[in-house]
């Protein structure tokens, strides 16, 4: 079912030492996962210093873009849980100087409570 979550668009947790070692190289001396979720080839990672969002491009995936979001230029976000039909949750989060939201689709499996929560412990410090 992992497969198929990612193929049609929904993210599932990442284990933190994972992330922690094979991002190692785009973190700051002394930062620390908190969180991390993967789509497919693309991650949405929660350290204690920034929202770091990779997206893997192209068919090998060899060409990378690493987007770094300081928490405090997060200026509001949302959260929208699963329903009956609708099987997944989705979280958007709006960046100061950006119209469009930050938005990502997580299975039924992820507490999208949980992220919510960490967010708003790491925007509102």
């Known amino acids: 079912m992992g497969l198929l979550n990612a193929l049609i668009g929904n993210s599932s947790e990442v284990p933190v030492a994972q992330l922690q070692t094979e991002y190692a190289p785009i973190l700051m001396p002394g930062e620390t996962v908190l969180k991390g979720y993967m789509l497919v080839r693309d991650a949405f990672i929660f350290t204690d210093k920034r929202l770091i969002l990779v997206d893997k491009q192209g068919l090998t995936g060899k060409k990378i873009e690493y987007q770094s979001v300081p928490y405090r230029s997060v ?51």
């Open 75 to 125: 200026v509001r976000f949302a959260v929208e849980t699963a329903g009956t039909f609708d099987l997944d949750a989705e979280l958007r989060i709006w960046v100061s100087s950006t119209p469009d939201p930050v938005s990502r689709q997580f299975t039924k499996q992820v507490n999208v409570y949980e992220v919510q929560k960490m967010l708003a412990q790491m925007v509102c410090q």
